[in-house]
Nanobody
């Protein structure tokens, strides 16, 4: 499966963005989907994950209550709604697909999108 992330940009603190992850090559319903992020000089970290059907979600503590992961299997697309953004959310965001649940490590995901940059200004 090939993944294409989009929707990043520059936003002020307190603002919102919605990231999309479009899948092609194979139906996305066969995979768990996740979002990771990597800030400059830091390791890639787990942000959120969603199960095959979308009935279960899991979040990093740092984004819980502010971010919402979702998916539309009919459109072969996953989403990450980000609200109440903070400067520390600035990073390149990656979507990923895998077959393990709950998977919070990058090695658990076998397919990755190219990343989209989110910059939150203070």
């Amino acid at each position: 499966v090939q993944l294409q992330a989009s929707g990043g940009g520059l936003v002020q603190a307190g603002g919102s963005l919605r990231l999309s992850c479009a899948a092609s090559g194979r139906t996305v319903s066969s995979y768990v989907m996740g979002w990771f992020r990597q800030a400059p000089g830091k390791e890639r970290e787990f942000v959120a994950g969603i199960s095959w059907s979308g009935d279960s979600t899991y979040y990093a503590d740092s984004v819980k209550g502010r971010f919402t992961i979702s998916r539309d299997n009919a459109k072969n697309t996953g989403y990450l709604q980000m609200n109440s953004l903070k400067p520390e959310d600035t990073a390149v965001y990656y979507c990923a697909a895998g077959t393990y649940w709950v998977a919070v490590t990058s090695t658990s995901y076998g397919y990755w999108g190219q990343g989209t940059l989110v910059t939150v200004s203070s």
